[in-house]
């Protein structure tokens, strides 16, 4: 003891010190860290706290900037009026007086433009005009954001009629089906052209549609579309009592060569089947739609005959 008092521990002075050090250097390593080892008022705790708060509150309020951020994409609405243009004339496709007799107003059903509407996105609306069977008028060219048409040589006349109706009305057009693939210089006037087969462009044409496109031509691969992929068409399009027989499709191309035919050009020369599971989906359909107590039911296909 010294003057009353005890002696330092000079041991425990020095592991003191030591201890102090380690944890100076040990907080140095914090990210963040503001401070040298000697000190000063903030901590590289309180530093390294305050970098992680200042990022939290920018994500908080940039989310509340764009709450879409946030939320999962909403599906692009379109309405769209597919038009089935008229048949000119005493054409083999009109059977007027057969018709009568039946107390129907045509003979078939717009198989492909049925077909088409079935392609679109679910969150698309679609309405059928037929003008082989009833009257277009202007309430439903007001109706719709796009319009879809198009069909084969005996329609042509009133397919650029449609056209020029649409944009009367200003509503752009897509032209599609045999004749537009056939002949596209005469349909120059349509906003769009789709060539070929629907089920091998439709996808771009849509995303085109999509991203704010208003003008171009969209063409298939030629007879290489596969029709096992092809949807049920949307047979409660169509009005019941309107045609004397319903068609379904079960086969596309042909291995002949006639010389008043343009199948083979338009679908190829091998034969491309449905599955049966698909044409058993597609007759099922059919009778429990709206259009059910149909008398007479048609198997379409490019080819006459067939063999198995």
């Known amino acids: 003891m010294k003057n009353g008092f005890p002696a330092p521990n000079k041991k425990l ?18 990210p963040g860290r503001h401070e040298t080892r000697r000190g000063g008022r903030r901590t590289a705790l309180e530093g390294w706290c305050r970098k992680r708060a200042v ?15 946030n939320q999962a994409p909403v599906p692009i609405l379109c309405k769209v009026l597919l038009i089935a243009p008229s048949f000119s004339g005493q054409s083999f496709w009109n059977f007027r007086a057969t018709c009568e007799v039946y107390g129907a107003r045509f003979p078939a059903a717009p198989l492909g433009l049925i077909t088409v509407a079935a392609l ?8 059928l005009v037929n003008r082989n069977t009833e009257d277009l008028l202007e309430s439903d060219l007001d109706w719709a954001d796009l319009v879809m048409t198009g069909g084969m040589l005996p329609q042509q006349p009133d397919t650029l009629r449609v056209i020029e109706l649409a944009h009367a009305r200003r509503k752009p057009v897509v032209v599609g089906g045999p004749d537009v693939t056939s002949c596209p210089e005469a349909y120059k006037a349509a906003d769009f052209q789709v060539l070929g087969e629907a089920e091998g462009v439709i996808d771009a044409f849509i995303r085109a549609w999509n991203s ?3 003008h ?21 399009l169509l009005k019941r009592g309107q045609y004397t027989f319903y ?12 010389e008043f035919c343009d199948i083979i050009e338009l679908y190829g020369r091998v034969s491309r089947v449905k599955a049966v599971e698909q044409m058993l989906a597609e007759l099922d359909t059919l009778t429990v739609s709206d259009i059910a107590g149909i008398s007479t039911l048609s198997m379409t296909t490019s080819s006459a005959t067939r063999r198995r």
């Open 13 to 30: 002075a020095i592991n003191q010190k030591q201890l102090l050090d380690r944890k100076t250097v040990a907080s140095s390593n914090l």
């Open 55 to 69: 990022a939290s509150w920018t994500q908080l309020l940039g989310s509340f900037r764009d709450p879409a951020a």
């Open 120 to 127: 679109l996105p679910s969150s698309w609306q679609c309405r």
């Open 212 to 214: 704010g496109v208003r």
């Open 216 to 236: 171009g031509v969209f063409e298939a691969e030629k007879f290489k579309t596969d029709v096992t992929s092809s949807p049920i068409p949307r047979f409660d």
């Open 247 to 258: 068609g379904v499709q079960f086969a596309r191309g042909c291995p002949f060569n006639c």
